[in-house]
């Protein structure tokens, strides 16, 4: 099965945060793993569909006391 990829504005619709926040993210190192498929300039920013999952799980808390 081939894997999805999403684009950042796919990315930023599915978990309701900007493209700028996901870019941010990017930098300070948090959010979900992406990689830049390619080289150079021309590489553009993906996120793999099963990392965003696996993301989205271990941000997921039962309780407001969770919060950091």
């Known amino acids: 099965m081939a894997e999805t990829f999403l ?3 796919d990315l930023a619709q599915r978990i309701g ?3 700028a926040t996901l870019a941010r993210w990017r930098i300070e ?3 979900p ?5 390619g080289a150079g300039l021309r590489a553009r920013v993906r996120y793999r569909l ?3 999952e696996a993301w989205e ?5 039962t309780s407001t006391g969770q919060a950091a």
Do not use: I
Not at 33 to 37: G, L, R
Not at 57 to 61: H, I, V
């Open 7 to 9: 684009t950042p504005a």
């Open 17 to 19: 945060y900007s493209v």
């Open 29 to 31: 190192g948090s959010g």
């Open 33 to 37: 793993p992406f990689m830049k498929p």
């Open 50 to 52: 099963s990392d965003v």
């Open 57 to 61: 799980r271990r941000c997921a808390m």
